[in-house]
């Protein structure tokens, strides 16, 4: 449609100069008009479903090997995810490689602070210097 004629039909259906100019009303009539003269709105594109990220399998593994270790349910990981990104987290595998990296930090600290048992203790052993 042209620009003339989107303004003409703007002014005589709604008594406006811009579609910003519009209240509810208003822009429900231009819209019934629009409809009745055969426009119909423009499909939506389909968008690909986003796929999990198989390249932070190692992480996810990691933050299911601390549940596993301090034997807390798996929940416990996507609750701190969804606390964390301030979303609903299904899967561990649909967060990106620095959401997975602040749960495990968070899951880490949990350990330490409540299950200092499991925490495995490296040692480092200092040879002489000849």
Do not use: F, N
């Amino acid at each position: 449609m042209a620009e003339d004629t989107y303004r003409a039909l703007l002014w005589t259906i709604g008594r406006v100069e811009s579609a910003a100019d519009l209240d509810h009303a208003g822009r429900a009539r231009v819209l019934d008009h629009m409809r009745a003269c055969g426009w119909k709105p423009a499909a939506k594109p389909d968008r690909k479903p986003v796929k999990p990220r198989a390249a932070h399998a190692a992480q996810v593994a990691k933050v299911e090997a601390l549940c596993a270790a301090m034997k807390l349910p798996l929940a416990y990981a996507l609750g701190i995810a969804s606390r964390q990104t301030r979303r609903d987290v299904q899967s561990l595998a649909w967060l990106k490689w620095d959401e997975l990296r602040a749960v495990i930090a968070a899951l880490m600290v949990h350990q330490r602070t409540h299950h200092p048992e499991t925490v495995e203790r490296r040692t480092v052993e200092w040879g002489s210097i000849e």
